[in-house]
Structure formats: structure tokens, C-alpha cells
């Protein structure tokens, strides 16, 4: 008997979703006992948060990964940065995140309690509260492996200082990338098709407030910042395209891709242009800036590699060109959404 | 070829979450061609919303019902009210809500629509903006029904004139129901087993901000509230004698069951007390207030039929009890959670 209940306990059943005691256990034991906060610690029906005159941005991102462990990070990891870039990107100082834990039955508790403490470590170094949350259990999808999903929402002030819009772009301007790209999807695509190499290719899921604040501080002209998560920098520059009415040409030996990311990409049959990111943000400046904004990227630890890779003109009809290593010429594409299901 | 490519069209497939050209058709064509408004619109990583000095409310739920649709509602329906809900029982008006998506592959268009046009629906009806969005697909979780779980997290205003607080509750207040119990989860159960009633029973998933504004503009003193959702009434009635340390004593025949509920519940082996509801909130009020509020539920669409059905007490220790049709009395403990899974 006590061996039938140690294996019952150790994890998750549909009665974790049933909001009864075991609900009530499971949050206080599991999710509270790592995310305690002020706000949170009520369990009322919302967080209550003081909030002085000003804009304020709103957003939200569900998580549907797999794996829900990977090289450089977990769907947790993930589940706040994710939701902390969105607001960074559109010049917010993020405040609180809500989280929405959808469990499937048989989750191990001690997979759970790992992304839990994911989750909490990312918050603090996004300097975030989780305000309010939710669990709901579901039935597993397949034998192989219980897994779950997470949805967060996000709150957070907008800097006075920021002026973002893609409408402010112009020909001339600056296309930076803060470091090496293509790296969570590819993580993520090689650990599905068992793919290893010399040097690990790690996730990059990481909260970039730091960074975009830095750069907001600097005072230099920032026009327009886009996380390159589902679609990669390639969705982004189709996204500035079109909603600019410009073209943007890219230059191939300026894009910082990684040999490994290099390597893998081949190997998978993937651009590394249109493969999720998770700590990678595409930011156009005046060309004025430039060097300004590169440079405050370089001495931030998520900026290392950060560089110019392209700039933006009036070309017609508005394309997305790519200038390759040889000097040919080819055009990038939205990618279609095929190629990388359940990449974030 | 042109019936396969429209039968591929007519539900979803993994590319339309993939970030790409696929994710944006479906997303203008199906999320925002019925949702549309000034801030979901431009699709930016976030809404931008003014806010005035004062105290925010930020709330999540995520909806993970079977079946989707429903006599009385459907999970968009759900999913909307649910959240809208908990902004109003903190004392909040509802501003904006979000609305992740995530879809199983081979869920039907016309099923998406009609999920939608609820959730519009259901948001006109509370007078919120559904202000940012996200969608993802996973892969079914059986081969019987492709389905599509939602969470939605809620920010509101709190009123200065709430004055909400389980500590504020004392011995002698009176415990309010703003209508007939047990209703949205009978009627999934219903269906789940097959009963058919001469009377349907159909969910009451509604939009609860209408009826609390109106409560507090009485300026009554209103003590607590809380939507009956997983757990039912039982369950918020075990929260308040929890974290207030007092009893609270029910009276079966005060208690609003319709005679189909009651009858289904019998058929069923459940106690409406424990089934969730989705347009019910329990409101614990002073004494000498209760006829003022009761009464100004009554003229309220979803408070025709509310009651006094207890009153706090502070017998020790602290004990949900409730005092049957016959004059009996049992022990009101709360529901363990295994009795109603994936029921919102």
C-alpha cells in the first residue's frame, strides 16, 4: 500500500485538475513553494498591483514545446522569456507575468517541480513577478511522454523614451541582430532527430529587458524591435517589408550564425534565417546609431555577438534580399510554417 | 486536386501553428476577421493601453473542457466569462482580455468559427477588448474529437469602492448565491453520459461584471466574492472558513436548485454543491445589507433567481455544515477533485 501511494503521488492524475484539495496541495507544494511572492501568495482570483499613470502593454504566448527539456533550457525557461521579450520588444519595462500550467496526466512531479524552478529562476533574472496563475489537467496525448503546456501573460509599463513603429523605418537604416541566430530551433530539431555534434547546440531562451533597456538608456534612435521567435529573423524582415513598404537586404557573411548552427542547419535542411530564437532581437536603428547601438550590444552578456546585418531601402517591389557568402543574390521568404512544428 | 486542397483547408493542419505565412492567413481570416478592434489589430508583439493612476487586477484561466461545445455555451463562451469573472469578484471592472489559442490538429474551420464568434460574442456582452493573442497547434489527443484548449488572462480596474477581504468577514453576515447551482457542470456531465432531461440543462457560463457593478454602485457593504467555478459552492465556502477561521451554516432549502438539476445530480451521484459553475458567484454580505442586495440581484438578468442560503457563524471549529430538507445536518467538506475532470 504505502509503495501503490508513493507512485500514485509522484505523478500527475486528473484529480490535480479538479480545483479540490489535491489541486489546492499540488499548487501550494509544488508551484508555490518555489514562486512565492506577495502578489501571488493570496491564491485570490487575480493579483491586485498598484499602477501609476501611464501606458501600459499587455500580451501573451502559450508554450506547446517538445521536448519540454532541451539543451539551454525547458518549456519554462521558455514560457517567460518568451513573454518578457514580447514586452521588451515593444519598449516595456515588464512588471508580472500570469501563469497557465496545463498539465497531462502522468507528468512526473519531479519534471514538474524542474520546470517550476525554471520558471522561477528566469523570473528573477527578468526581474518579474509571477502575479497570478492557473492549473488544469489534461489527458496525456501520447504514451511516449506526459508532457505540458504553459500560457503566460504579460504586463508591463511602457518607457516613455520608447518610439517604436515600423512606419518610423527608412531607407538607410540599420538592421541588428543582438547574437547568433537560428540556435533554440535548432537545439531543439537536433535533439528530435538525435543529431549530436562536437559542440553542443544549446537553446538561446533567455529575458532580454536587460538588454533592450541598455540600448533604450543609450537615447539612440531605435525605430523598430521584433523578438525572431516562430519564423525566425526571415518572419520578422517579411513582417518589416510589408508593413513598411521597403525592402531589406541582408548581407550573408554579416549574419552571425554559429559553424555548429551552420552544420546543423545543413544537415536538417533548414535556413537558419527562419528558425526560432528565443534570446534573439531584430532591431532597426538610424544608420546614425549604428555603431552607438552595436557597441552597447557587444558588452551585454546576451549581446556578445551581436552585429549589423543589413540595412534597409527603397527598392520595389518591397522584397527581403539576401546578399550570399559568394556574392549572389537570392530572395528570403516568409517561411510557410511547415518546417519546425512545436519549436516554442 | 482542388477537393483534396479544400478539404485540407477545412481544418487545421501543424503548419498553421508554425509562425508563418499559414499562422497569419488563419489568423486574419478566421481570429480577427470577428475580433477586431483598435488593439488587437496591428498584431504587434502587445496592446498598448492607456491607464490612469489606480490599482490593476491581472488575472489567467485556461479552459480545457470536453466537450468544446455545449448546451448553453461552448468553451469560447467559457473562456471569456470564466475570466471576466474572476476580474469581478476582486472588485475589478474587466478592461482587456487575451486569448491564446491552441488548436489540435484536425480541428474543424467550422468549429474555429464558431468558437470565435462566442468568444466575440461573449466579449461584447462584458464590454471587454480581447486586446493580444496567440495561437499554437499540438498535435490531438485522440482520435475520437480534435479539439482546442484556451487560456485567457484578464487585466481589470479595481473599483475604489470595493472594499472586498476574506478577513473582513464576521459571524452573522449572510451568505449570497446569485442564482440556481450546479448547472454548467450537470450539463457537461449530461452530455458526457448521455442523460437527456424534459427540461435541458444547459450551462450558465455568462459574464458576472454587469451584476457586481451594479452591486457595488449600491454601496452595500459587500465583504467577499468569489465565482463557483471548479469545486462549486462548497469549494468557496471551504476558502472562507479556512482564512476566515469561522463556520458557516448552509440551509438546503434556501439553497436555488432547479428540480433538473437536482434530478440530474441525483442520476449522476453528484452534490450541486461541489459541481462547477460558470455564471455563479457567492457574495458574503452584512446582515443588515443582504435584503438590499438580494434584491437588487432579482432585477438583474442573472440574479432572478438568488437567495440568502447561510449565514456565517462562529462555532469552532471552523466547519462548512449544512442543514438538510428534513432538518438534518451533515458536514459540507470540500470536493477532492476527482469527481469532475476537464469540466472547464
Known sequence: MPVM???????IVAAHGGGGALTQALIRERVLARLSNALLDPLTDGAVLPWSAGKLVFTTDSYVVTPIEFPGGDIGTLAVSGTVNDLAVMGADPVAISLGLILEEGLSLDCLDRIIASIARTAREAGVLVATGDTKVIERRSEADAGLLINTAG??????DARLGVERIGPGDCVLVNGRIGEHGLAIMSV?????????????????????SDLFDLGADIKFMRDATRGGVAGVLADVCEHAGLSVEIDERQAPVS???RHAAEMLGLDPLTVANEGKLVCVVAAG???RVLQRMWVHPLGRHAACMGVVTDRRPPLVELVTRVGGRRIVQRPHGAELPRIC
Open 155 to 160: 504586463i508591463g509599463r511602457l518607457r516613455p
Open 192 to 212: 528530435r532527430q538525435g543529431l549530436e555534434f562536437d559542440t553542443p547546440l544549446r537553446s538561446d531562451a533567455a529575458p532580454l529587458n536587460g538588454l533592450t
Open 289 to 291: 546609431d549604428c555603431q
Open 5 to 11: 501511494q508513493e507512485s500514485a503521488e509522484a505523478q
Open 259 to 261: 559553424r555548429t548552427a
